[in-house]
Every structure is written in C-alpha cells, then in structure tokens.
C-alpha cells in the first residue's frame, strides 16, 4: 500500500517538470537583460573606481595639490607609490642677492622649492584599490579614477607617472588652450 | 535495381549534406535558445544574429590540432568518432519526410533504424576506452548501461505503435495516421508517445539524462581527450541523432508529413523541429538526474509501463481483429 | 586496472603516491582536480573508487595558498585589510569585519552606531550574493545550466549597489578600524530598498524553478548526512552546522554589532542533508533582507568612522583579541596578537569553509561520485578562503 | 572551567574578559595532558575552531581555541612546544578535524604532532615541506608574559613563572628594551 502511495507521490511530483518549463518559457519570452556591451553603454560605470590620479588644485585644475609629502606612499600597503620630490630650483642672481641680504637681515630664508611632485609613480599592477592612499593625503590630492577601459599589452603598461597622465589630459583636453604653454614650460 | 541504388545514392548524398547543415542549424538554435532562455543573447557578432557563428565553431574545430593521449590505442581512438558519426548517416535512410519522399522504401525500416542507432553506444564505448582516460573509461561505461537500458523501452513502445499499424516501413505507419491531430496515434497511444520521448533522451544522451558526458562529474566524459574533429564529429552525431529520434516520433506518432493546408514535408520539418525544441527546453531547464536514478527510472518505471502498454495494445489489436471493429 | 597498464608512467605526485599507498586491491584512484568543473576553482579531491562508488576520499589544498598570515607580520594593522578582500571572494566584508573586529577589541576602540548598521546593510547584502553565487554554481554542479544566469542577475544588482560606497565589485576592502571608509549616500540607500522588493518577488521563482523540482529534491534529499556530532568532531559551523540541527548562528549567540536589536531568526534544519543545507541558504537570504530593512528604517545619522581612528601608521597595543563573526560559509574568526610593535605579532585566520571541507573526506565515504559532488557543493566551498 | 578541567594535571589557568580579548578561559596545559582536556572539552559540547602556534621566547605555544556551538564563549588551551623539539601529542582523534589544524600548524611552525594519522604538508607544497615561513628570528621573539592576555589567575603551578607579569620595578625600568626586541 505504501509503495503505490509512494509511486502516486512520485508521478504528482512529475507536475513540478512542467512548472520549471513554464519559467524558464516565460523567461524565453521576456526580454534580455544583457547589455550588448561594446555596441551599448553599460550603466553602473559611474560609481566605479579606477585607477589613482592626481586632483588639481583651486586656481589650475592641471597643476597637482600634492604637495609631495609621501603619506600616500608610506600609507600604502602594497607600496606601489613613489613620489619625487622636486629639486630646489637654482636661483637667479638677483635671487641670490635677495637671499643673501635677506640672511643678513637674520630672517629665514623663504623656500621657494614648488611643492608639487617632479614624479609620481604609481604602480596599478600592485594596487588594490583601497583608497588608503587617499585618506591618509593632508592636501586631498588623489582620488580615483572612474577610467574602467584600462587596458595594456604588459605589465609596464601600468606603471605609469600620474603627473605625465595629468599633463596628457590637460593636453587632451580643449578648454583653456592658454594654460596649456604654460604648464608645460613651467615643467 | 539500378533504379533502387540511384535512390540510394542520391538519398545518401542529401542526407550527409543535410546532416552537415542540420548540425549547423541545431548549433545554432541551441545557442540561440539557451540564450534566450537565460535572458542573454547568444551568439550575435558573427552574421547576423549570429548565424553563422556555427559555421566560425566548425571552421575552428577543423583548423584545431588533432591529438590523442599518451597511451591511447591509436586505432580505436580515431575509429571512435567515425563510427558515431557513420550509422547516424544510414538513420537518415528509411526517414518519411514526405509522401514518397525517402530514400530507402523498405519494409523494415524502423528495424534498420532501431538496429544501426545501437551502435553509436558502441563509439562512445570505444572513444572512452581508447583514450587512457579514466573519466573517459567511466563515461564509456555510463554510455553503455544507460544505451542498453534505455533501448529496450523504447523498442516496445515503438512495437506498440507498429503492432496497431500492422507495419515496421515508416511510411505505411504515416498513411495509416489522418491528417488532423485526432487521427494521428498520438491520441491512442499517449503512454508509448511519452516512453518513447523520456527513452530518447536517454538514448541520446541529452539533459537531464546527459551522464556520459557530465561535465560537473566526469569533466566530458567519454569524449574528455578529444579535440577538434574528433570532437566535432561527436557533437554532430549527437545531434543527427536527435533529429532521427525526431522523425522517428514524428513519423510513428505525430502523423509524419500529415497536415492540413501545408504540403507534407513541410508538416514533416515543422513537427520535428517542434520535438526538437521540447529537448533543448529540457536541456536548459532541468537539473542532471543521478546514475542510479537514470537506471531506476528505466527498469522500474519505463520498463514495466511499456511492457503493460505492448500488452494492451495487442489484447485491443486482436480484439478489433475479431470484432472487426476500426478503432 | 588503467593505472597499471602503463607501468612506466609516472604514477602521480606525492599527495597520489601517498593516497595510494592504502589502496585497495583493484580499485581506481582518481584525481577530481585542480582543474575540474564542480570543484569551483583549485580544489583537488583524490578519490579511490570502487566502480562509481567512493571507498576513500582525500581533500588536497594548497594550489592558491598565498600565506595571508605571514603577511600580515610584515604589514600595519591597517594596512592589512585589503588582503581581507581577497581571501574570501564570495562574502569578502564578513572577513573586513572579523579582521577590524578583532583589531578594534584589541585597541579598545569604539565604532559609531552608524558605521554599525552600514556594516550590517552592506555585510548581509554580501552574504545574499554569497548565497546567489553558491545557488547558482551548486545548481551548474548537478547539472542545470540556468538558475546561474538567473542568480547573477540579482547579484549584478548587488554588486552594483555595493559599488556605489565600495567602488568595487568583488574584493572590498570597505571597512576600516573604526568603522567604514565611506558612508551610504542617497542613491545607494533608495537602490537597496528598491532592490528588498525585487528580491522577494525573486524568491518564489527560484522556488518554482528548482527548489520544487522533484529531479532536484532527488538529488539532495538523504544525500551527505552530517550528523551534529561530525560538525563537532570537525568544527564544521555556519549553513553546514544550522543544516544539521545545531542553532549556531553568531549573530544569535554572540549579539556583536547591532543584531540584538535586529527581528530576525537564524533557520536550522533538522534535515541534516544536502537539502536542509539548501534550505537553510534560502530562507537566510530571506533573513538577510528582512535585516536589511530593518536596518535601513532604524539606522541613526551620524559619522561612519570615529574620530582618531587609527592611521597605518598605528600601532597595536600588546594584547591578544580573538573576534569571530558570522559569515557566508560560517565562522569566520581572526586571533591577533600584539607585541607593540609597528606590525601584528600574529594573525590567525580561522576559515569556515577550511573545517567545513574537512568533514568531506568521511562523509563522502561510500556514496557514488555524483553524490559526491552534490556534497561538495552543498558545503559552499570558496577556495581562497580554504587556501588562505 | 574549574570543574572540567580539574583533576588534570595544569599549569596555569586564569579566566579572561571575554568582551575584552573574546575568550572566557584560557588554560596552559602540560603536552602530555592536552589529549584528556580535549576528550573532556569534547565531551561537555565544544568544538575545535583553530590550531594556532606563537612563536615566542619560551617555545612555540600552540593555542587550541574551543567554543561551544549555541551560546558565546570560548576557551584557549596552550601548550608550549620547546624550540629544540617542538613536539606534541595529536587531538585529532578525539577531534577529526583537527587533523587538518595540526598540519597547517606543522606546516607554517614546524611544530609536530605525534599521532596525526596523515601528517603530510596541507597547505604548502610537499617540496617545501622543511620551510616554516611563521619561525620568527631569535630577536624577534617576544616573550608570554608580554603578548598574551594574563586574565585573572585561578591557578599557577608552582615554579610556572612564564605568565608572572615583572615586578613593577624591573617592568618600568625596561619597557623600552622590550618594544626593542619586539
């Protein structure tokens, strides 16, 4: 008796097969839910973060804040940061009478090394995206990217320097074609 | 006789030209339904939608190296694929696509079908075996009990229905069914019609009976160390086979190329591609039954159904016989 | 009888060699893995078999080891946490919190209530992609192709709300020593309540399509018994253990965080098999939802990291902390230990699914390889976690 | 604790502040009753969650974490594996799975346990198998007293001096040796 119950049981179960068919027909019916990417733009690139850059500062968005103080590259914890100081620039003559007078006066000599960063390596290949770099920065210097087509043939691809990566997008970019000269002869 | 062997001939032509192209076709539309079934597109960059991404795959497959195992048995390794792939071209033989419309008008058709589709376990057996594989051994070895078994529900189910035709030709079975959907033997016999679609996914090794092959167990199975060709060759005998258990059902069930308005081979594609569709629904739809599951199903479900079917049917026979009575 | 029609052959490596040693008279040793489709990733399973029946079963892991542990002694504490991205990528913020956890007790540093519930929200929507990425490749490991296409579709949906206060998808590295590194904003919180509905709706589907599927309940029901005591002998915890009865969830016994305030069950099954497991899963998602909403309506204003929270140049004071929470998979719990110095003395990770797996080998024995692989996959495996 | 551990021979147990460090009890047992506490540990309901080894001055301590499955706790048994000859009996018997613990311990510490049925390398390569990665250099070392949480004694062997804090004196008097040496 039980086992005619049981092969009972097991043939009104069989209705489960066609319940799983009618979702998976309705489904075939319903539309894509695929983005056809390159053809189409994907939707939730903009949250996304890529790659670290440098924020330019107030006055000129293509000059970096960063004011070379390696936090960034102390803080990380895949040491994939280096930033290069820049040299204190060799002074005029007349500066060096400025400053020698100046000594004479017994005021301290005022430094007049620009603060933003000769270089600033940045390896992606070792990043993990942590954003460590970025709260540790006293200036608000980096911030991600939201570049999500980064792509490379090698390794060295990614090991670039933020500060060139700035200057090629100042360079790309169109709007104030006067600061372009500018900021380059200054470099 | 010279006439009969032109036939041949030329039914041999078209159906390895068909079989290419129906291997093709089936690629695709598989891809293609899956696709969909899954909420994503399938193939669409190669022609458009992707319709010729099968015949890219097929370029691919043949541009790929052949290689074969160390320690394989050079021999049966390579005549493994072939042989798949060469009975299912005889299957296509006795097939009624449309009044006349056959190659080989034998009395013994379904015979010769039910007899050549047994020896495609024989490849898979052979590829397993050959390729010094131990997943392939044990794919070989499911291919074996699960075609065994499955054979034999599916040969009494297909009797009942000859049984009630008095026929084994494809052909007379056909002008033995109507044109409309209630003359066709679906209607009496509905318990052989669904043995016989649950038998043919076994035989085939389709999902959710696709244990020679599962991936999630036995990585591929039987066909685990074979690459291009040798690969594309079982994959297009799996679907030739398809089709033929298709036309099969078609033929013995669904009325074969009867049908109102359209002219019969027409019906004839049309009711086979509709079967053929129910099999890729499963595929996608349904998880993989266990070994042993596949097994019970068979022996103590199929089996003992078709037996009481069989029975059934010529206790009716004999007694339309007596009474004279069509029913 | 293959392995030694060959006998020039190289007869495997030194984890076969060893296996093989007990071997039985005619019987077939097979490697599941590395590279093998159910085994989700590099887990490798060397099995004797006896026919298709499994006499003997041994785990072998160790192929994405990357010795999290050993660099957490070269690193600051807070240097550490992006590697807890990365060694769990289904439920990675369950090990964020263990390891800020553990760090927090030992410096004794308190989080703001609000950084307590966005650790909720964001963990328990964590956990629900965890669970869709398990549903979806344990359905792929017994053989159904679609219900992992439609998992990740509400998974995508998480992910891209996670990424709105994370910035990534898989590996966040969101949460820092003293709460989290950014708040949610608007959008991130009007995404998650519209995302509460659309995933109750969801559910029911799932239901229809699989979970009533008499070929599905075949292959779970009475498949792979853990019976309580082989949870306790192997420290199996999390789904496996709640799948055999035991009502261990942290949330419930230990009430860290804000749960005790939460309305929520932590569901047991008294099952015991490869089902109770898959049912213990699915009613949490559930769970999970209904937390996250709670969440949502009760979650205070205020900051998300503490004032002074410690920079990565901190250093831990001496002590030793032991902080567990309740993942995905289970347990998952980080013993520190401090000496004073600029980086931790020792930093333990204890993996849930490292114990989980270890019950396989015994509750494999005897049952066909199909079972096997139902098993295996009804023990949520992710193997960096395993491999540490 | 008291009742269960008792009659065994201890060196050292003291109670702890579980919100505090997250562990209620810790007990530092001799090598040769470690395999008794655990029978008794598996016998009032608690489970293994980790092996661990610290390498300090006075050896490797080996901290076996128990906790019970439905309330909150946990209890930290230790034994100390001399540096010369780091070796301890096995539990994997009473615990089936700590088996794979212990090897993992032998694997990052070097530390072996008579009686693991299978006491091959898990997690690193069969090829490494004499590379502990966790040693750490002499001067590295740090000692018990320092880094492990005392908690509240409740019994101290005689002549067990490892987890007596320092006199005040002598404690103040090098603080800056020891953040040294650390």
Known sequence: ?187 | ?327 | MLQNAYPDQIAGDFYTENFAKKAAEGSLILNLGPQHPSTHGVLRVVVELDGEYILRAEPVLGYLHRMHEKMAEVKTAAQFIPNMGRVDYGQALGWNWAFVGAVEKLGGIEVPERAEYVRVITSELNRIASHLLWWGAYLLDLGAFTPIMYAFDDREKILDILQIPTGSRLTYSYFRIGGVASDLNEDCVRRIREFIPWMRSRLPMYKDLVSDNIILRKRIEGIGVIEPDVCQRYGATGPVARGSGIACDLRKTEDYSVFRKLDFIAPTSELKDARGRYDVRMIEMEQSLNIIEQCLDMMPEGEVLVKGAPKPSWKAPKGESYFAVEGARGKIGVHLVSDGGKNLYRCKLRAPGYCNLSLFAEVSQGTILADAVAILGSLDLIIPEIDR | MDALLKGLPLTYLAACDYRKTGKNWQAILPASSLVAAAQRLFKAGYFLEDIGALDCVEGYVVTYHFAPFETAGRVAIRAIAPHAKPVLPSIAHVFHGAEWHERETRDFHGVVFEGNPNLVPLLMDPDMADCFPLRKDEKARARMRDILEIGEVRFCAPGFDLMTPEAPAEAAAKPAGDAATA
């Open chain 2, 1 to 327: 006789m010279p006439a009969e062997f032109i036939r041949i001939l030329i039914g041999l032509v078209a159906v390895a030209v068909s079989v290419g192209l129906i291997g093709l076709v089936m690629v695709w539309v598989e891809r293609k339904v899956a696709g969909h079934i899954q909420r994503r597109p399938g193939p669409y960059e190669v022609g458009p939608n992707g319709v010729l991404q099968p015949l890219a795959d097929a370029l691919k497959l043949v541009g790929k190296q052949l290689f074969m195992p160390d320690g394989a048995d050079p021999i049966l390794y390579w005549l493994a694929p072939v042989l798949s792939f060469i009975p299912v071209l005889l299957l296509f033989l006795p097939l009624p696509v449309g009044d006349g419309l056959m190659a080989l008008d034998i009395n013994l058709g379904l015979l010769l079908i039910l007899a050549f589709a047994g020896l495609t376990v024989l490849s898979l057996l052979l590829g397993g075996w050959a390729s010094n594989n131990k997943y392939g051994l044990l794919g070989a070895a499911r291919a074996v009990a699960q075609s065994v078994a499955y054979e034999i529900p599916l040969l009494l189910s297909v009797l009942a229905v000859s049984f009630v035709a008095g026929s084994l030709n494809l052909a007379e079975v056909v002008k033995g069914q109507g044109t409309w959907p209630w003359n066709w033997n679906i209607m009496t016999q509905p318990l052989a019609f669904l043995i016989y679609i649950v038998s043919a996914l076994g035989e085939t090794n389709r999902a959710p009976f696709d244990l020679p092959e599962a991936e999630s167990e036995l990585t591929a199975g039987f066909h685990t160390e074979y690459s291009g060709m040798g690969f594309g060759l079982f994959f297009l005998a799996e679907y030739a086979n398809m089709v033929v258990v298709c036309s099969v059902a078609t033929a013995l069930f669904l009325g074969g190329w009867q049908g109102p308005v359209l002219p019969g081979p027409v019906w004839f594609v049309l009711k086979v591609s509709l079967l053929m569709l129910l099999m890729v629904f499963f595929r996608w739809t349904y998880p993989r039954v266990r070994f042993d599951q596949l097994l019970t199903i068979n022996w103590k479900w199929l089996m003992p159904l078709a037996v009481l079917n069989l029975l059934a049917t010529s206790f009716f026979v004999k007694l339309a016989q007596f009474t004279e009575v069509r029913w």
């Open chain 1, 1 to 187: 008796m039980n086992a005619i119950k049981e092969a009972l049981k097991n043939v009104s179960d069989l209705w489960s097969l066609m319940v799983g068919l009618k979702v998976t027909g309705r489904y075939f019916r319903e539309p894509q839910r695929t983005v056809r990417y390159p053809w189409k733009a994907l939707s939730n690139t903009d949250t996304y973060k890529g790659h670290l850059e440098l924020v330019g500062g107030m006055k000129d968005p293509f000059k970096p804040r960063c004011i070379s103080c390696g936090m960034c590259a102390l803080a990380c914890p895949s040491n994939c940061l280096t930033v290069v100081k820049r040299k204190a620039p060799k002074p005029t003559p007349e500066e060096e009478k400025a400053l020698a007078e100046a000594k004479e006066r017994g005021e301290k000599p005022k430094d007049k090394t620009p603060k933003d960063p000769e270089k600033f390596i940045y390896d992606f290949s070792l990043c993990s995206l942590c954003g460590t770099c970025m709260e540790n920065c006293p200036a608000g210097a980096l911030q991600f990217s939201g570049n999500i087509y980064m792509a490379g043939y090698s390794r060295n691809d990614f090991l670039f320097d933020l500060v060139v990566k700035m200057r090629e997008s100042e360079a790309a970019s169109p709007a104030e074609p006067a600061a372009a000269p500018a900021a380059t002869s200054e470099a």
